[in-house]
């Protein structure tokens, strides 16, 4: 069995969680917040997913500035949780967002779980997702926060 990675973070946002949920669902809209260059193919702007919706992602990685990933939205519910699967071969990454009202607002928690790289990226990958995954993280939840704060 392959080895798996966690990180994980959250961002409270002042904004009711079916509102926050409505952003989310409308993945065309992640590029907006995406702390790299994003976009996704094969679902229109301002269409929620569905569980079971696909489409094709396209982001950056070190060396691979335009990276596809075939996506499905493997649960959808409104307005607590969104968990998107992005496939590349045999390899999953599983990203879940979890919504739960805080005071006025709501606290959005993001986890993503990867493969664990081999060898030496492999013994190394504890610091390189300390010092740069989890801060893209952080960052895009910010800008994420940034985004539904300033609509409306």
Known sequence: MARRATVVSS????????????????????????????????????????????????????????????????????????????SEGDEKVVNTFTLSPAGSGTEVERVMDLPRPSGVVGVLFPLISTLLIKPDVAKGLGKFKAALESSG
Request: no cysteine; proline share 7%; charged share 25%.
């Open 11 to 86: 961002v409270q946002v002042e904004r009711p969680p079916a509102e926050v949920f409505s952003y989310l669902a409308d993945v065309a809209r992640h590029a907006e917040w995406s702390p790299k260059a994003y976009r996704v193919e094969g679902i229109a702007a301002g269409e929620q997913v569905v569980t079971g919706s696909t489409f094709t992602s396209y982001g950056w990685l070190p060396n691979d500035k335009d990276h596809r990933n075939e996506v499905e939205a493997t649960a959808v519910e409104a307005p607590s949780r969104l968990v998107l699967t992005s």
